[in-house]
C-alpha cells in the first residue's frame, strides 16, 4: 500500500466515525494549576508524568536529601507510582498490601491486606475518587476491584459484595474461570473507574473487554468489545465472526492503563495482542481491535476513532504503556494530541480529535510465515517520524556484537542462523527479536511536557531470540510430566533449569525451597510476570506437584484421554541474546533516555541510560543497562528517574541530558516516582523494590526534599 493511500485511508475511517457521533475533541488546555499535585497514576489523567513544582531546580537538586522512608511489611518488585492526595500518600507493597502514610514522614496510617493471603502479583498503584465527603482509594488484589474509605482503610461495604467486585463479573460467561488480574490502576472519570485488565497470552484466555463500573455501587456500566461481536465494525476482520467466544483465542485487552481527556470526556485506551501471542493459525485476519489505540466516549464506551499499531500481532507487540496527551504546534496551530510510545521503538501521533496521524505513516510489506496454517498480514505500519528510540534487528550487522564478550565465535554463529529482517514472522529457525519481547518503551512509558509538545522516554536494547516448535503432545507420558509440557515447558525449559538471566527461575530443587501449597498458588494465580493457570484441573495440579518435587506417579495419559491439540504450534520459550558472562551480546548502549520534539519529530538528545557495574569497576565507558519504570519530568527543567538494574536514582537536565544528581538507592527502583507538596515543602517519592532483573529485594519507599 502506498504512503498516499494508507494517510488517506486514516483519514477518511477517523472522519467517517466522527460522522456518526464524534464529539468535538479540541482541548488545548494545558492550565498549569492542574500539575501541581500527583492524585492520579502518573501524575494525572494525562498521563504525563509532568509537574510545575518549583522548588526543586538544576541549581540546587544536588542539595536534595532523604527527607523519610517506610518500611513496607513484605520486599519485593514494586512497580508502583505512589498518588498524593492533601497530606496522605497511597500506594501498594509488594505484597499487594494498600498502604496510606503520611506525606510529610512516611508514619503508617493505616494498612489493607493483612488478614488476606499474600497475592503473588505486582500492582502500580491506586485509584481515588472524591464525591462530596466520600473519599475513596479503589486498588485490586487478583480478580477483585476493592473500594476503600480513603481516610481510615475500611471497606466500604454498598460497593460490590461488602466492598469487592469480581472483575469477571464484567466479562462474557466463557471468562468465569480462566485467569482474570489486574496490575494497574483503573481510570476514574465522574463515577465511573475504567478498568485495565491483565489476561493470559496463551491459548484459552479471556476476551479482553474494556470495562467500566460504577465507583457508587461496583455494577457494570458500559463495556467495550476489543474482540468484536458479530454485527459490530471489526468483525470482519476475525475469519471467525464468533471469536470473542472461542475457547482458544482471546485477550486485545488493555493492561497497561489508558489516558483520560477530563475536558471533552474522552478516553485513550491502548489495547494488547490478541492470544496466543505467537501463533495465529486460528485467528486469521488484521485482528481489530487488538493491538490498537482506541478512543472512546468515556460516557458511554462508544467509539470514535482507532488505530491498528500491528496487524495479526505474531511477536506481542502490545502498546507497553499510556499514551501521552499533550498539545504541539504546527504552522503557529495548537493541535491537542495523542502520542503513544511502542514496543518497536515508534512513537505514533495523532490529532486527538479525529485521529489523524500528524507524521506520516506508510504501510510496509514484510516477510511471510512459513508455518502451516499460519497467514501474516501483508503489511505493517511504520510512522516516517520521528525515528526509533532504539536499534532495529535488520540495520544490525557483525560489527554490533558486543566487544566485551568472551565468546564471540559462539555469538557469530548464533547471529548468522537467525532471521533479522523486521517483522520477520516466528517459524521454526530463531528469529533475533530487537527491540525485544519487552520492548524498547516499558510499561513506565514517557514522561511529557505538555505544552512545549516534547516526550522524554527511556528505552532497553536487549536482543531476545524468537522459535516455533510443533506442538505435539506425547500420550505415553506420566500426567504430572504432561501437564509441566503443556503449561510450564516454554518458560522453565525442558530439564526445568529454567533461564535466569532472562528472568525465568529454575524448578529444580522446589523441594528445598518452597512449600507445595505455595507452589500451587503461584501455579494457579501466576506471579510477577508469570499469568496464572485456574483452568489447571486438580487431578493435574496433584500429578504437576508429584512431578516437580520427584514424586510422580506412574498413571500415564491415555490416548483417549488426550485433548485436542490446541495450536499447530508452539513458542519454544523467552532466551535473551546474551554472552558467557551473562552480558547483552549486542553492543551497548543496553539502555537509552531520549528528549524527542513532537512539534518537529527531531530528537532534542538521546544519552546511554544506566551503568553496567561489572563493567564499570573495570573501567569501561558507560553502556547502559536494561531499565523498567518511567520519569519525572518538571516545568523548570528537571527530570527525575530510577527505573535501572544499578539501582540509582538520577536527575538529569531535561534541555540538554546532562546529569545532575544521582544517589544509590537501598534497592533498584522498579517504578516511576511521584512529586508533591505539602505545607510549601516540595517531595518526591519512589519505590525501591528490587527483586526484577536478579537484583537484591528491597520493601522501601523514599522520599527525597531539600533540607
Not at 462530596?132 to 459484595?161: C, P, W
Not at 490446541?566 to 546474551?578: C, D, I, N, Q, R
Not at 527525575?640 to 540538554?656: E, H, L, V
Request: charged share 20%; with cysteine.
Amino acid at each position: 500500500m502506498s504512503l498516499q493511500i494508507a494517510k488517506y485511508l486514516s483519514l477518511f475511517t477517523a472522519a467517517a466515525l466522527c460522522l456518526t457521533g464524534c464529539q468535538d475533541v479540541t482541548s488545548t488546555n494545558t492550565d498549569s494549576s492542574k500539575y501541581t499535585n500527583w492524585s492520579s497514576y502518573l501524575g494525572g489523567p494525562d498521563r504525563n508524568h509532568y509537574s510545575t513544582l518549583s522548588q526543586i531546580t538544576q541549581e540546587n537538586v544536588t542539595q536534595l536529601k532523604v527527607a523519610w522512608s517506610y518500611s513496607a511489611p513484605d520486599s519485593g518488585q514494586m512497580q508502583m507510582n505512589p498518588i498524593v492526595v492533601d497530606t496522605i500518600l497511597y500506594g501498594v507493597t509488594a505484597a499487594l498490601r494498600a498502604v496510606a502514610l503520611d506525606a510529610r514522614t512516611g508514619l503508617e496510617i493505616w494498612r489493607f491486606g493483612d488478614s488476606l493471603n499474600q497475592e503473588n502479583s505486582t500492582s502500580r498503584g491506586v485509584a481515588y475518587w472524591k464525591k462530596d465527603d466520600d473519599e475513596r482509594i479503589l486498588f485490586t488484589q487478583g480478580a477483585n476491584l476493592f473500594a476503600l474509605n480513603a481516610k481510615t482503610g475500611e471497606l466500604i461495604s454498598s460497593f460490590g459484595e461488602n466492598g469487592k467486585i469480581d472483575l469477571h463479573s464484567g466479562l462474557p460467561s466463557n471468562a468465569k474461570d480462566k485467569f482474570v488480574v489486574s496490575n494497574t490502576p483503573g481510570t476514574v472519570f465522574k463515577d465511573l473507574i475504567v478498568m485495565p485488565i491483565r489476561l493470559s497470552e496463551g491459548s484459552g484466555a479471556a476476551p479482553g473487554d474494556t470495562m467500566a463500573f460504577n465507583v457508587i455501587t461496583g455494577t457494570l456500566e458500559w463495556a467495550f468489545h476489543t474482540i468484536p461481536h458479530p454485527g459490530e465494525p471489526g468483525n470482519e476482520t476475525w475469519e471467525d465472526p464468533n471469536t470473542y467466544k472461542s475457547d482458544t483465542v482471546g485477550a486485545a485487552n488493555n493492561w497497561a492503563g489508558m489516558a483520560l481527556d477530563e475536558e471533552t470526556g474522552t478516553l485513550y485506551v491502548p489495547t494488547g495482542s490478541a492470544a496466543p501471542d505467537f501463533y495465529g493459525g486460528n485467528r486469521k485476519g488484521s485482528n481489530l481491535y487488538a493491538n490498537s489505540l482506541l478512543a472512546l466516549n468515556a460516557n458511554t464506551g462508544k467509539l470514535l476513532w482507532h488505530y491498528q499499531f500491528t496487524h495479526h500481532d505474531l511477536w506481542d507487540r502490545d502498546p507497553p504503556a499510556p499514551p501521552n496527551l499533550l498539545t504541539i504546534t504546527r504552522a503557529g496551530k495548537k493541535i491537542p494530541a495523542v502520542a503513544q510510545v511502542t514496543k518497536q521503538g515508534y512513537v505514533f501521533l495523532f490529532d486527538r480529535g479525529m485521529g489523524a496521524p500528524l507524521f506520516d505513516i506508510e504501510e510496509i510489506p514484510v516477510p511471510a510465515s512459513t508455518l502451516e496454517g499460519e497467514k501474516t498480514w501483508e503489511t505493517q505500519p511504520f510512522p516516517t517520524k520521528p525515528k526509533p528510540f532504539a536499534r532495529q534487528s535488520n540495520l544490525l550487522t557483525e560489527n554490533d556484537l558486543s566487544p566485551y564478550a568472551e565468546n564471540k565465535e559462539e555469538l557469530l554463529t548464533q547471529f548468522n542462523e537467525a532471521d533479522k529482517r523486521i517483522y520477520a514472522p516466528p517459524g521454526l529457525n530463531p528469529v533475533l527479536l530487537l527491540p525485544g519481547y519487552d520492548g524498547a518503551a516499558e510499561w513506565g512509558g514517557a514522561a511529557a511536557d505538555p505544552e512545549e509538545g516534547i516526550i522524554y522516554v527511556n528505552s532497553n536494547e536487549m536482543a531476545w531470540f524468537l522459535q516455533m516448535k510443533r506442538d505435539t503432545l506425547d500420550t505415553n507420558l506420566p500426567l504430572g510430566e504432561s501437564t509441566y509440557n503443556k503449561y510450564c515447558v516454554v518458560c522453565h525449559q525442558k530439564n526445568r533449569n529454567g533461564n535466569v538471566a532472562s528472568g525465568y527461575p529454575s524448578l529444580l530443587n522446589l523441594k528445598s525451597s518452597h512449600k507445595k501449597d505455595a507452589v500451587a498458588l503461584t501455579i494457579q494465580k501466576g506471579k510477577g510476570m508469570m499469568t496464572g493457570f485456574p483452568q489447571i484441573t486438580k487431578e493435574e495440579m496433584d500429578a504437576l506437584l508429584q512431578f516437580l518435587y520427584g514424586e510422580e506417579k506412574l498413571k500415564k495419559v491415555a490416548k483417549n484421554e488426550a485433548k485436542p491439540i490446541e495450536t499447530t504450534y508452539k513458542h519454544t520459550g523467552y532466551k535473551k541474546f546474551l554472552d558467557s558472562n551473562g552480558l547483552p551480546a549486542i553492543s551497548p548502549p543496553w539502555g537509552t533516555l531520549h528528549a524527542i520534539d513532537l512539534n518537529t519529530g527531531d530528537y532534542l538528545w538521546s544519552i546511554p541510560f544506566g551503568e553496567t557495574i561489572s563493567l564499570k569497576e573495570k573501567g569501561f565507558p558507560q553502556t547502559g543497562s536494561e531499565n523498567y519504570g518511567g520519569a519525572i519530568v518538571t516545568k523548570n527543567g528537571l527530570l527525575f528517574i530510577g527505573a535501572t538494574k544499578d539501582g540509582y536514582f538520577r536527575a538529569f537536565n531535561k534541555n540538554s541530558g546532562k546529569l545532575l544528581w544521582e544517589y544509590k538507592l537501598p534497592a533498584a527502583a522498579f517504578a516511576t516516582p511521584a512529586m508533591y507538596e505539602v505545607a510549601g515543602k516540595q517531595y518526591i517519592a519512589i519505590a525501591c523494590g528490587g527483586e526484577k532483573l536478579g537484583t537484591e529485594k528491597g520493601n522501601q519507599i523514599i522520599a527525597f526534599a531539600l533540607e
